[in-house]
């Protein structure tokens, strides 16, 4: 028999054209494909016919399959001697479980390689007219998990640190905690006429954009679902004069002439 393998590949955030050149080729031949619940079902549809699929789920608080039984599938197929491609959204490296999976495999001696995505931290602000770093305005800029709830104890990011260290925060996995991270920003020092947006479904048609201050921004949450993708910074104000993309809704600064890029629906499930 020969021997299995897997490939851990990045699927971008959510637009198939931001899919790799080497994505696209791992999918195209691929056994068995375990897919997260970001991932484009446009981009599934360039695995063979004939492929497993299998939907491993992942949503804050509700794993449609725990992450051991991940790693359990992932070592099954590749020891019956299958290609297996576990497809995740963005970059499997960025908060994406990538690493605890690699680990499994290497423990389990299978041969794998990543294929590094696009990761939304970054495609999400750019498709909102957003650039993370801007010369003269940003610098630096840190991305980091709104699932560490900050007013907990434990392994939470430092926002006492991060509040004034870095000039632009992108927080993922942020729509329950988000108001206690803007509590937190702004006890720590963040003036509270910082520009912040939060951008959910972002480079895909349902993109929205709701824009404001640190002062107002929890209040324009209220009411998003993931996934959302939140900027804290002043590069955000770039976006009055950056944005480009056709979006489903936005708020604050509207843009008058954009070119129509048509994308596949998400499907938010
Ligand atoms: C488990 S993390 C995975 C991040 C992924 N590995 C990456 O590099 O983009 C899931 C979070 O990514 C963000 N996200 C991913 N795709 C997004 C999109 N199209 N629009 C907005 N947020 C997105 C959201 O914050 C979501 O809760």
Redesign the pocket.
Known sequence: MRPGRVCLV?AG??DPGLLTVRALERLREAEVVVYDR?VNPAILDEAPPEALRIFAG?R?GAHCLPQAAINALLVHHAEAGRFVVRL?????F???RGGEEALALSKAGIAFEVVP?I???IA?PAYAGIPVTHRGVAASFAVL??HEDPSKAGDAADWAKLATAVDTLV?????GTFPRIVGALLANGRPPETPAAL??????EA?EVRVGTLADIAGRARGLE????AVIGEVVQLRQRLAWAVEAAADVCPVRARPAVAFPS?TPV
């Open positions: 990045g955030p959510g970001l992942k804050v995740k959204g963005g970059d499997p960025v908060f994406g995505g990761s939304s931290a999400v998990t709104g927080v993922l996995m942020a729509v951008i959910r479904w972002g480079t895909t993109q993931p996934p959302v993708v998400a």
